[in-house]
């Protein structure tokens, strides 16, 4: 969980179709929209301070065959909410 009072307010300007497509995927994630912005942002800028790498998905052989459909399920299980 992320501590409120150490995190700064930033102001971002997207096109209504980016905004909208941000939107959904927060909403079908089950999540906030500043959430999803914050994880794009860390993975873009490559780095999680403090929290191990992600995995790559799918980079592997693990036995099981619905690994695909419940890959959310289970990157939330490493890497947390």
């Known amino acids: 969980m992320v501590c409120w009072h150490t995190m700064k307010r930033t102001t971002v300007k997207l096109p209504d179709e ?5 939107r959904h995927e927060a909403q079908r994630r089950k999540t906030t ?3 999803l912005t914050r994880e794009a942002i860390e993975a873009h800028l490559g780095g ?10 799918g980079s592997g052989r693990s036995g099981h065959s619905d690994i695909s459909e419940r890959i959310e399920e289970i990157l939330r299980a490493e890497v947390g909410p």
């Open 18 to 22: 980016l905004d909208a497509r941000l």
């Open 33 to 35: 929209a500043s959430e």
């Open 48 to 57: 999680r301070q403090g929290k191990r790498p992600l995995m790559a998905a």
